[in-house]
């Protein structure tokens, strides 16, 4: 993102000129949606004598792929006229400019092009004529008369490709184990371990007691979430901090011996990360902003603070700052910060907010923590965990697994978060997923007294500290009843049939003559209606929480359920906070779809997130610590090399688990994909048609094909269609879900364009022909519109030429396959769960009628799909979300945004 392509070098015959295609458009990243009859780019010219270079070639619809004729005397080049790519030549002489022929494929200057715009051209030796490719064919253009005659050729060749990774995936086991603990604390003795799971804090007695839950919360009606548990040095108590969709969040404390929190911070606000000064009179803390996903109210000042242990008023430390936490004394505390450059530094700041000390500085550092007597510190880096001596110098020291400067050991094997220290600063302890890893310093370093003289691998296992939980599975029966049932067994449609669901799943469908409605069955009447699967999303973005608090009533994912998608799988989202809504979802604590992700992806350019990979070793660490969270898939994302993402799929398919890729908008790549053998190729080809070659090659694997039509790669998303073509902004059960706010800085003001320069529908040809050769083709919605944008996707796969059957299937059995959830997802058959949609009218006379939902049915569970009040097993109203009360305090704030763009 952070370049403007140049590309397409050709030298002039006498060698003095390079000429080379630029895009000059304003700002310094790349942005999608370009306006190809403004200017893009331009062909600039670069004196070799003189190292001038000259902006040549210029104009509407740009200029591209510079191609000089042997005598010198004319260039060719490409250039865009109202949706055609056109070849023009220029005189080098008097600077006349015309076109040639305009019959060739479309160019790339809308979208990367690191691999040029347009394939090369070529003259031939007597000036005569021009040899390029076009239309799946190489051609000739003679230039005086204009006349195109083919150039006959034919391959024949054998690629060999890769199996396509695909393994079933359990759905809803009736227990499951909690993999996504948050903020483990071991306390300062080491005898008890307190962490975050399912939305309450459960301690554990050390070394292999049973998780229990640590608070008592008053009333049922104040069933709070409860987060960042900290023990105090003397191990007696543990600080958290709570969140409540409509009461918001306090600081409390509660013995560690279990038993109701008393309530520190009063006022309600947003708070994280709290934490108890050594000597335990206070107790620091950070207030954050809202907005978007949860109430901006209460969010103003925020900062570090602090408030006596007992109770009081809040003291402001300081505005900047994160993750406060202290070492040895107790009137300084340590922050981590911004720094220039995109750098983060641990300071330390006295309580009284003065007196700002630097001490380390990293790259890309995403946590600090200072030993307990202030002699050590250990860092998380890259996913890894670091230990080095802390010696305080009075200015930054820089940081990071290369530095030299003090004694520094890697303390993990595959991952670490959430460290902190024994009470005697002697061990280090992490975790990650369920296990709780722990570290004697003598293990990490020769110096220290009593250390091995050959020091131990870190360690490839903890101790796992989680619990089976039950799933939640409804009790009770429900009947759909007289409704046109598309089972997706094949093309199989049941006129008058009867879906029958006991518990979580369908025990009956068929023929309403041959299916019985047990007696005290809640009855849902289907005559004139049309039901289907639920829909499966497999390529969803949206926010679960921001700042490790997950709302209790998400708007988002609401918004999504209403318009009957029952299935995500969202492949990029921060990894603790999507698996811990996965597990909310699956216990029945949050109504939401099925949540399924990658966590966060896999990523290969620079960031504090890079997933570096060298070797498959480093490919096989990754994805276990990503299968410890939760994991089933893996979002492979712009690693440079090919074997680098040849060595995650083969790790991938060691641990059994699938790769989804960042197709990237690279053609060359997407092919290379499709050959190495991923589960699918994520996003659209940016090509505007395939020919013979793709599709044969394609039909030949198993790999699958998401086309996210509605941010397609190559021209205008197919999400602009809809904005210029609808009333979005009127649509009324989108406006019962979603802020008017968030629908109306999309909609409003759309911009539009003739229907040939919508590149949607080419790449919904694209997704039909590779459908009928037997790909699987899945929607994808990525998040741009909530819920909404399924049903977008679903309507231009039909403009692509699908038909309504075809369409369906996409977006439900196909979906299910590609994941591995096909058991138990998909279709309406016996046995499976029971995920259904109920419709007031035909999608298979209408693909538009598909949002025409009355019912969703979600594992068992009946909702009237236009509030999302339960109608049965357990009849209920929804509660409103925070920006319909009277006082909504809704923003879009630091916490979340209205739109995803390139993951």
């Not at 500085?361 to 995403?366: G, I, M, Y």
């Not at 994912?557 to 995500?568: D, F, I, K, S």
Request: charged share 25%.
């Amino acid at each position: 993102n952070d370049q403007k392509d140049a590309g397409e070098p050709a030298f002039s015959p006498d060698g003095r000129y390079l000429y080379f295609s630029q895009d000059i458009t304003p700002g310094p990243v790349f942005e999608y949606n370009k306006d190809p009859n403004t200017e893009i780019f331009v062909i600039q010219r670069l004196d070799r004598r003189t190292g001038d270079i000259q902006r040549f070639v210029t104009g509407a619809g740009g200029s591209i792929r510079p191609t000089p004729s042997p005598d010198g005397k004319t260039l060719a080049f490409i250039r865009r006229v109202r949706g055609k790519s056109v070849i023009h030549l220029m005189d080098l002489r008097s600077g006349e400019i015309w076109p040639v022929y305009d019959g060739l494929d479309r160019d790339m200057q809308e979208t990367w092009s690191i691999h040029g715009l347009y394939p090369s051209m070529a003259w031939t030796p007597d000036d005569k004529s021009i040899v390029f490719w076009a239309g799946g064919k190489i051609r000739r253009l003679d230039v005086a008369s204009r006349k195109i005659s083919d150039i006959p050729f034919h391959v024949r060749t054998a690629r060999r490709v890769s199996q396509a990774l695909r393994f079933p995936v359990g759905v809803a086991p009736k227990t499951f184990e909690t993999r996504m603990l948050r903020w483990v604390n071991v306390s300062p003795k080491g005898d008890r371990v307190v962490y975050q799971a399912l939305g309450h804090l459960w301690i554990r007695d050390l070394p292999d007691g049973t998780p229990r839950r640590l608070t008592r919360q008053s009333t049922p009606k104040e069933d709070h979430w409860e987060l960042f548990p900290a023990f105090s040095r003397d191990g007696h108590e543990v600080v958290y901090t709570t969140w409540d969709d409509d009461k918001l969040g306090t600081v409390r404390v509660v013995p560690a011996t279990g038993g109701e929190g008393r309530v520190v911070v009063r006022q309600p606000g947003q708070y994280v990360e709290p934490a108890f000064s050594p000597d335990g009179r206070q107790i620091v803390y950070r207030k954050i902003e809202g907005g978007f996903i949860r109430t901006a109210a209460w969010s103003l000042e925020p900062g570090i603070y602090r408030v006596p242990a007992a109770g009081g008023e809040p003291t402001l430390i300081t505005e900047e700052g994160e993750q406060p936490r202290f070492g040895a004394e107790s009137d300084r505390v340590y922050l981590l910060k911004q720094a220039g450059e995109g750098k983060r530094q641990l300071v330390s700041i006295g309580l009284d907010g003065k007196d700002e000390r630097p001490h380390l500085t990293s790259e890309n550092a995403t946590e600090f923590q200072v030993s307990p007597d202030g002699r050590w510190v250990a860092f998380v880096e890259r996913f890894h965990a670091y230990v080095m001596p802390f010696v305080p110098t009075g200015k930054a020291v820089d940081v990071g697994p290369k530095a030299s400067s003090l004694p520094l050991r890697r303390v993990t094997r595959d991952a670490g978060e959430y460290l902190h220290w024994s009470g005697d600063s002697r061990s280090l302890h992490w975790s990650l997923g369920p296990e709780l890893y722990t570290l004697d310093l003598k293990n990490a370093f020769t110096f220290l007294e009593g250390a091995p003289d050959t020091l131990p691998d870190p360690p490839a296992h903890g101790v796992n500290i989680g619990f089976q939980a039950e799933s939640d599975a409804p009790k009770g029966t429900v009947a759909v009843v007289g409704g046109r049932i598309v089972t997706m067994k094949g093309d199989e449609v049941i006129e008058d049939g009867t879906v029958v669901i006991e518990g979580n799943r369908i025990k009956a469908a068929g023929p309403r003559a041959s299916v019985s409605v047990p007696a005290g069955a809640y009855v849902v009447d289907a005559k004139g209606k049309t039901v289907i699967p639920g829909l499966i999303d497999v390529h969803w973005h949206g926010p679960f929480g921001s700042d490790g608090i997950i709302p209790q009533r998400s708007w988002v994912t609401y918004a999504t359920l209403t318009y009957g998608v029952t299935t995500l799988h969202d492949p990029s989202n921060d990894t603790a906070t999507v698996f811990a809504a996965s597990e909310l979802q699956r216990a029945g604590l949050i109504t939401a779809p099925r949540i399924f992700s990658t966590g966060t992806i896999l990523y290969g350019a620079n960031a504090p997130f890079t997933a570096t990979i060298d070797n498959i070793e480093d490919a096989r660490s990754h994805l276990r610590r990503m299968k410890a969270v939760g994991a089933f898939s893996v979002k492979s994302y712009n690693q440079p090399r090919r074997d680098q993402r040849q060595q995650v799929i083969a790790a991938a398919r060691e641990l059994g688990m699938m790769v989804v890729p960042e197709g990237g908008s690279l053609f060359e790549k997407n092919m290379s994909e499709v050959v190495d053998g991923h589960t699918g190729v994520e996003h659209s080809v940016p090509v505007a048609k395939i020919y013979a070659d793709v599709r044969q090659l394609w039909k030949g694997t198993q790999v699958g094909y998401t086309p996210t039509l509605i941010v397609g790669y190559g021209g205008i998303w197919g999400e602009n269609y809809w904005y210029a073509k609808t009333h979005v902004w009127e649509n009324d059960r989108l406006l019962r879900f979603v802020p008017r706010e968030v629908i109306d800085e999309r909609s409003r003001r759309p911009f539009t364009a003739p229907d040939e320069e919508y590149n949607h529908f080419n790449l919904a040809r694209i997704a039909t022909e590779l459908s009928r050769e037997g790909v699987g083709v899945h929607i994808g919605a990525h998040g741009q519109r909530e819920g909404l944008g399924a049903h977008w996707e679903m309507w231009m796969l039909a403009q692509g030429g699908m038909t309504p059957m075809e369409v369906l299937r996409c977006a439900t059995l196909e979906g299910a396959h590609y994941l591995g959830l096909d058991k138990d997802l998909g279709s309406l058959e016996t046995g499976k769960l029971a995920d259904l949609v109920v419709l007031d009218d035909n999608p298979l006379a209408d693909i538009r009628n598909s949002d025409h939902i009355r019912f969703v049915i979600q594992n068992g569970r009946v909702y009237d799909s236009l509030t999302l009040d339960q109608l049965a097993p357990n009849p209920h109203k929804r509660e409103p979300f925070f920006w319909q009360k009277e006082k909504p305090a809704f923003s879009f704030g630091p916490s979340g945004t209205s739109v995803h763009v390139d993951d």
